[in-house]
């Protein structure tokens, strides 16, 4: 009689990570997806992307919330009904680095310099348009001496020849603008030489107006726009928590009786939900200028938004109709003032 052989029965495989049996896709001990790491490393897109957006739709789900019922996925959210939904950290982490890769593919800067007259302007300008130019200062500084308005800025060389270094690059001169805004489209321009002689002036001209906290932006703006630029860029994103933490913080001042998590999962669905409008208004004024239409669209956005906060803020909190046109003009005036500070404070950093 021939023995029977028991049946192969194949090895469990064991979690990667604390070496447990694989009863399934998940290690039951440690939670660890059985998924190999030795893949394409394309996979790590498709990761993300399954991360972010396919987790049973919850992305898609809270995005469509968050702008059919404001201010109900947070209230949901807090009252404990999650599982339908994106956490709040992670959605405001994408919507940010949305923002960021549209800006970033749209050539949008998020401090910028811009000089006037620029690069292009300069080298084709003609012997009438430097004339022009030099009697145009010539005339502010007569004025300005006449006048006695305060420190005259003759930082610089005068319009012409001089404008034109021996390397042939452009050197700063008196009648150039300088102007440090936010999220304009383009490159960095072309960076100024500036002597010792010229800084020293700067410094003295802008202490003698209290505004010695600004010179080393200027003086790194005029030399070295695109690493001043790029420093400001990378600091932008840290910037932009502190702009929940101040949304926070001002609904804990208006709702005082409110548990402190309960404000910080609204500020951070509501600075998520604030990112369309924020690129919409970025490219109309790229795109529109201050014009007259440019003007009325960007009237339109900040009604909209303003509409928009109020019904959150009833939704969210329960507020009457009363209440929140009370506490609403609070809101804007204080994210207006955090923006501002935020604004400078990238300015600021990005000669550091």
Excluded at 165 to 191: K, S, W
Aim: charged share 20%; with cysteine.
């Amino acid at each position: 009689m021939t023995p029977t052989q028991p049946p192969d029965h194949p090895r469990p495989a064991l979690c990667a990570n604390c070496g447990t049996p694989l009863e399934g896709p998940y290690c039951a001990a440690c939670g660890q997806s059985e998924a190999d790491l030795r893949r394409p490393i394309l996979s790590l897109v498709t990761d993300f992307l399954d991360g972010a957006v396919a987790w049973d739709g919850r992305f898609l789900t809270t995005l469509r919330g968050l702008y059919t019922r404001p201010g109900k996925v947070a209230r949901d959210y807090v009252d404990g009904k999650r599982m339908q939904f994106s956490p709040p950290v992670r959605i405001y982490l994408i919507m940010t680095l949305i923002f960021f890769a549209v800006n970033a593919a749209a050539g949008t800067r998020p401090v910028s310099i811009i000089f006037t007259p620029d690069a292009a302007t300069i080298r084709s300008q003609t012997a009438e348009d430097v004339e022009a130019r030099r009697q145009a200062w010539e005339a502010y500084d007569a004025r300005a001496r006449r006048d006695g308005t305060g420190p005259r800025f003759t930082c610089g060389v005068m319009p012409g020849p001089d404008e034109f270094g021996p390397d042939g690059g452009l050197v700063y001169a008196r009648d150039t603008g300088i102007n440090v805004t936010l999220f304009q489209r383009g490159r960095p321009p072309e960076p100024r030489s500036l002597d010792a002689q010229g800084e020293a002036c700067f410094r003295q001209a802008l202490i003698a107006e209290d505004a010695g906290w600004i010179v080393p932006v200027i003086l790194e703006a005029i030399r070295h726009p695109d690493a001043y630029e790029a420093r400001a860029a990378a600091i932008a994103s840290q910037a932009l928590l502190f702009m929940v933490a101040a949304f926070a913080l001002l609904n804990m001042a208006l709702h005082p009786r409110r548990r402190v998590i309960e404000h910080v999962v609204y500020s951070l669905y509501w600075n998520a939900s604030m990112v369309p409008a924020i690129m919409l208004t970025i490219l109309t004024f790229n795109l529109g200028g201050i014009s007259a239409p440019s003007l009325v669209a960007l009237a339109c956005i900040s009604i909209a938004t303003q509409v928009f906060t109020a019904l959150q803020e009833r939704g969210f909190y329960g507020s009457s109709w009363l209440g929140t046109a009370l506490r609403l003009p609070v809101l804007v005036a204080g994210y207006g003032a955090g923006m501002t500070a935020v604004s400078f404070g990238l300015i600021w950093l990005g000669a550091r």
